[in-house]
């Protein structure tokens, strides 16, 4: 399954769909006073579409990336006139005096810190100023995740944004070309509380997961690990047990509840981190295993990422992580 330009454009105009529209609207804020109360636009004049602040940090990843791949779209003309207008100078320093903070400390912690990371990755492919103007906001944020380790005694095991796995592996590759020191924490954490993991029985999918806990894991740990120990230390996570033998897409049965809907990105992510793992796996057997599994979760969950708000806002996010991952 690869990425065409009919499904780049349907992305691509549910993205710029939800970007800039401002309600309905879950916010995550911590108010000190009567002065906090303000509309989402005041708050986050950036990213305050979308239903919440990380969906629309995602959906502008997902539309920079789109309009990088499809560059002579009439949806990536649509983009950049929309980026330049919301990646001002003034815009993101609103931003970042409210991740400043001291209220915001567990603000979008740590999913929005790594797809915030992620978005800096992407902007800096463009030739434009929006990586500069990101880049404040990312440090900020790879700060945070460093002091966010240094008290985190335990990963956070869980499949929505709380999950740890899943935005140390989105930080951990923004920091690869620009914080040696993030790469170094990131991979002594993880080593410490997933290297000695193994035959995870794990009881999912949880009702409202979007993140498989064990996948995440492995897919940070595959980027840890060199090829031979990772290849290892999966076959005993996974493998051996069956686990993943037995692994199917998950069943989505009202796309309009915003909680239920997270089994489609559940399908989506799953994807992703199984497309993503299969070059790391040296025997073919356990490689078609993946390659069908991710196959499998990918046309259970494609069809269906546009056409209900509920999901449609974050969704599309998903799909082009997996779609991305050559097998």
Same mark, same amino acid.
């Given at each position: ?34 002065? =906090? ?14 239903? =919440? ?203 309009? =509840? ?70």
């Amino acid at each position: 399954m690869d990425l065409t330009q009919e499904t780049a454009a349907r992305f691509a105009q549910a993205a710029l769909g939800h970007v800039a529209r401002e309600y309905p609207h879950k916010l995550d804020h911590v108010m000190d006073g009567d002065a =906090d109360v303000a509309p989402p636009r005041e708050l986050h004049p950036c990213f305050f579409g979308s239903f =919440d602040w990380h969906s629309c940090v995602h959906g502008w990843w997902t539309l920079l990336t789109l309009r990088r791949l499809f560059p002579e779209s009439d949806e990536a003309r649509a983009i950049e006139t929309l980026a330049r207008e919301t990646f001002t100078t003034d815009k993101l320093a609103v931003e970042l005096a409210y991740a400043q903070r001291p209220s915001s400390r567990g603000f979008e912690r740590p999913y929005g810190w790594g797809w915030l990371l992620y978005l800096h990755h992407e902007a800096a492919r463009h030739d434009e100023e929006w990586a500069a103007r990101l880049e404040p906001l990312a440090r900020h944020f790879a700060q945070a995740f460093k002091d966010y380790l240094a008290v985190l005694t335990y990963p956070v095991f869980v499949g929505t944004h709380y999950n740890t796995a899943f935005a140390l592996t989105l930080a951990r590759e923004w920091a690869e070309t620009r914080d040696p020191e993030l790469v170094e924490t990131i991979d002594t954490w993880a080593d410490r509380v997933f290297a000695e993991r193994s035959n995870y029985a794990g009881w999912e999918p949880g009702g409202d997961e979007f993140l498989s806990p064990v996948l995440s894991a492995a897919l940070l740990m595959r980027n840890v690990l060199s090829r031979v120990d990772f290849a290892r230390w999966f076959a005993g996570l996974v493998l051996d047990n069956g686990w993943l033998e037995r692994l199917q897409p998950a069943s989505v049965s009202d796309r309009s =509840d915003g909680k239920i809907a997270h089994l489609e990105g559940l399908n989506l992510s799953r994807a992703w981190a199984l497309r993503a793992m299969l070059p790391a796996l040296s025997h073919a057997e356990d490689r078609d295993l993946l390659d069908g599994c991710a196959n499998a979760h990918l046309e259970a969950a494609l069809p269906h990422v546009t056409g209900d708000y509920m999901g449609e806002h974050w969704l599309a996010s998903f799909a082009l992580l997996a779609l991305l991952e050559k097998p």
